[in-house]
T-cell receptor
Framework: RKEVEQDPGPFNVPEGATVAFNCTYS??????FFWYRQDCRKEPKLLMS???SGNEDGRFTAQLNRASQYISLLIRDSKLSDSATYLC?????????????FGTGTLLAVQP | DTAVSQTPKYLVTQMGNDKSIKCEQN?????MYWYKQDSKKFLKIMFS???????INETVPNRFSPKSPDKAHLNLHINSLELGDSAVYFC???????????FGPGTRLTVL
């Protein structure tokens, strides 16, 4: 089983739609969780951290369910500029290291 | 005002050659990383240095040798290049071992 699993997509949605991505992780002791965004042929950039209580940043909402080892990202009112690959990222246990485990990403294409 | 920079951006070379990729960050961070993103877009950590000390060394062929002359630089030297080394290599940095990682623009390596 992969350490972090995501639906690769692509998700093709019209502008203004709401879209949700899911991710599961295998190590129940994982400590930190993130969503990164990667544009085509660019570097990954942190979109938001994911907290147990859930967190929101504008049109983006992230949720964490530790019992189910499940992370989600909800994007409301999709914009053309949201088109990118969304990477689910987990920081597993292991002392003081910052070893990030990346999912393979979910491709989002927002259509005009 | 580039935060994390890498050189070269593109590298095309023949099998068997030795090549180096350089990374520099001007964020004042003390931890740097090398990641490899293969043709399937899977991003995986290779190495991490904290204050010039190697703290993460994943299962990477010993043809790959990182070197950190100071906290702001982390270079990657690859000996006897193979076809399977073709990938995009990303450098990243963070302040502390558990803080947000910032990625460089990537070096696209093609081995012919």
């Amino acid at each position: 089983r992969k350490e972090v699993e995501q639906d690769p997509g692509p998700f093709n949605v019209p502008e203004g739609a709401t879209v949700a991505f899911n991710c599961t992780y295998s190590n129940s002791a994982s400590q930190s969780f993130f969503w990164y965004r990667q544009d085509c042929r660019k570097e990954p950039k942190l979109l938001m951290s994911v907290y147990s209580s859930g967190n929101e940043d504008g049109r983006f909402t992230a949720q964490l369910n530790r019992a189910s080892q499940y992370i989600s990202l909800l994007i409301r009112d999709s914009k053309l500029s949201d088109s990118a690959t969304y990477l689910c990222v987990v920081n597993p246990p292991g002392g003081a290291t910052n070893k990030l485990i990346f999912g393979t990403g979910t491709l989002l294409a927002v259509q005009p | 005002d580039t935060a994390v920079s890498q050189t070269p951006k593109y590298l095309v070379t023949q099998m068997g050659n030795d090549k180096s990729i350089k990374c520099e960050q001007n964020l004042g961070h003390d931890t740097m990383y090398w990641y490899k993103q293969d043709s399937k877009k899977f991003l995986k950590i290779m190495f991490s240095y904290n204050n010039k000390e190697l703290i993460i060394n994943e299962t990477v062929p010993n043809r790959f040798s990182p070197k950190s002359p100071d906290k702001a630089h982390l270079n990657l030297h690859i000996n006897s290049l193979e076809l399977g080394d073709s990938a995009v290599y990303f450098c990243a940095s963070s302040q502390g071992r558990r803080d947000t990682q910032y990625f460089g623009p990537g070096t696209r390596l093609t081995v012919l």
